[in-house]
């Protein structure tokens, strides 16, 4: 069994490696296409955009999609090995369909193991040049505004902002709530704050004060009010993006201060932290699922599978989006919203290799 288990796994990492290739250079045709105005605007040089871009780029892409990429691999070389009778002529001399297994997860398992460093650990990094990258040389990458802010400045001060102008330190529609024993007892709302950066302080335009009092409300309005706070302009830089450009273990640190800080809104976060590790695991359910598929010898052979390949993926995608926004807007935990499309497939995986042609 030894030189049919290497000749599987031979036949599975080389179709992947030269699926990936032909993807990869597919994607980079796309993202060109997207670009060229802002790289033609830009001052970067050609060897710059592909030595420092693309370099970071094709990695970036290839770990995104890795696990579709594997499935179509799976299913093109299973498919050709069903067609040509290989499967049959394996199965008639004795060796069963879940022994044939074995050397596609030997295969996965060494894809996973690859793609689980590089989540973890090595695209955080090359992120971290890309992007610099894009917000340096493609003037239309630049991050301007930070959107829905909620920010604890101690534990009884709460500011809100509807959105924040990065290059003009400008907040819009300003609420900073006042609590004392618990209870609300100030707010102040404004249309504007603007960061004074010769007196290092925030001027407040077209303010309102309510202060609640046992004698009744008091309300002061005014045009403009200058104030401190314990938050300046870097408070409000740009970090849900952040997410792409830290490693594991900086991103865990990073939500640990965060919920330190008493900050919200850190569902992006966790979503990427469980995310590295969801897709992981999904490797090897794609991998059951199209080999279950393509292992079938059926009259429209390879393209059919093909077909099946595509729609799985596709759903599978749709069903990673629908979990996701679960738990950015209806407090689905982010866990679960990263790990429901594999629970889901795990399932129907089972069910395919219960029923496949054995």
């Known amino acids: 069994m030894k030189k049919l288990d290497l000749y599987i796994i031979k036949k599975f990492l080389g179709t992947f490696f030269f699926i990936l290739m032909l993807l990869v250079v597919i994607s980079v045709v796309i993202d060109i296409t ?6 033609l605007a830009s001052e970067a040089s050609l060897f710059r955009i592909v030595t420092v871009y693309y370099a970071t780029f094709i990695p970036h892409i290839a770990t995104l999609l890795g696990a579709y990429f594997i499935l179509v691999a799976v299913v093109f070389f299973t498919s050709s090995l069903a067609s040509r009778s290989e499967i049959v002529a394996m199965t008639s001399g004795g ?12 295969a996965a398992s060494v894809l996973a193991v690859i793609m689980f460093f590089a989540n973890n650990y ?142 919200d809104g850190l569902d992006f976060f966790e979503l990427e932290k469980f995310r590295r590790t969801s897709s992981v695991f999904s490797i090897f359910i794609l991998t059951v699922m199209g080999y279950s598929i393509a292992s079938r ?11 099946a390949a595509i729609i799985i993926g596709a759903l599978f995608e749709v069903t990673m989006k629908f979990s996701t926004t679960f738990t950015t807007n209806a407090d689905l935990s982010p866990f679960l919203g990263t790990w429901i499309p594999n629970i889901i497939f795990s399932i129907v995986a089972v069910f395919l290799v219960r029923y496949a042609q054995k």
Do not use: C
Not at 95 to 106: A, D, K, Q, T, W
Not at 163 to 175: C, I
Not at 297 to 307: E, F, P, S
């Open 122 to 263: 090595f695209i955080p990094d090359l992120n971290k040049v890309r992007i610099k990258f894009e917000n340096e040389e493609l003037s239309s990458f630049q991050s301007k505004y930070e959107h829905t802010i909620h920010r604890k400045l101690d534990d009884n001060t709460f500011i809100y902002l509807s959105n924040y102008n990065l290059k003009d330190s400008v907040g819009n529609r300003v609420s900073i709530e006042y609590y004392q024993d618990n209870k609300l007892y100030k707010k102040l709302l404004a249309d504007k704050m603007i960061w004074d950066k010769e007196k290092e302080l925030w001027t407040f335009k077209k303010y309102l004060i309510r202060t609640f009092a046992e004698e009744g409300e008091l309300i002061k309005r005014g045009a403009a009010l200058d104030t401190t706070l314990r938050l300046g302009p870097n408070d409000f830089e740009q970090r849900i993006y952040f997410k792409d450009q830290m490693t594991t273990p900086e991103l865990k640190a990073y939500i640990k201060e965060l919920k330190l800080a008493g900050i």
């Open 95 to 106: 060796v069963s369909f879940y022994r044939l297994m074995v050397p596609y997860f030997i």
């Open 34 to 39: 997207e670009k060229i105005d802002s790289f």
């Open 297 to 307: 010898k059926t009259r429209g052979g390879m393209g059919a599978h093909l077909v």
